[in-house]
């Protein structure tokens, strides 16, 4: 049974941090690709942040310098630093996996082509 289990989740007030994790399990880690969602209420799903098959990060534009996603792959974990919370960043996370089809696996921003996702972790920050 495969499982994306988020935690860390939390209120804040704004400049405030929280780090993210997300456990994986069920699955060959190594041969999937990572990213980090978030939606608020009315919004549609974006992706904040994504780690590729070799370990490359890439960010949405509105979270670059403040946020910084790692991987742990022997304890099949993925996490997000988040710094410098915004009222803005106000939603619920998700992480997601991809399947690797080949050699390079780039984490894409399309929701839809995720394999597997965690149930969320909600992160609010207060002004």
């Known amino acids: 049974q495969v499982q994306l289990v988020e935690s860390g989740g939390g209120s804040v007030q704004a400049g405030g941090s929280l780090r993210l994790s997300c456990v994986v399990s069920?699955?060959?880690?190594?041969?999937?690709?990572m990213g980090w969602f978030r939606q608020a209420p009315g919004k549609e799903r974006e992706r904040v942040a994504g780690i590729d098959s070799v370990g490359a990060e890439t960010y949405t534009d509105s979270v670059k310098g403040r946020f910084t996603i790692s991987e742990d792959i022997a304890k099949n974990t993925l996490y997000l630093q988040m710094s410098s919370l915004k009222p803005e960043d106000t939603a619920m996370y998700y992480c997601?996996?991809?399947?690797?089809?080949?050699?390079?696996?780039?984490?894409?921003?399309?929701?839809?082509?995720?394999?597997?996702w965690g149930q969320g972790t909600q992160v609010t920050v207060s002004s």
């Open positions: 069920g699955l060959p880690y190594f041969d999937y690709c």
């Open positions: 997601a996996a991809k399947r690797r089809l080949g050699g390079y696996c780039y984490p894409p921003p399309a929701p839809e082509v995720y394999n597997y």
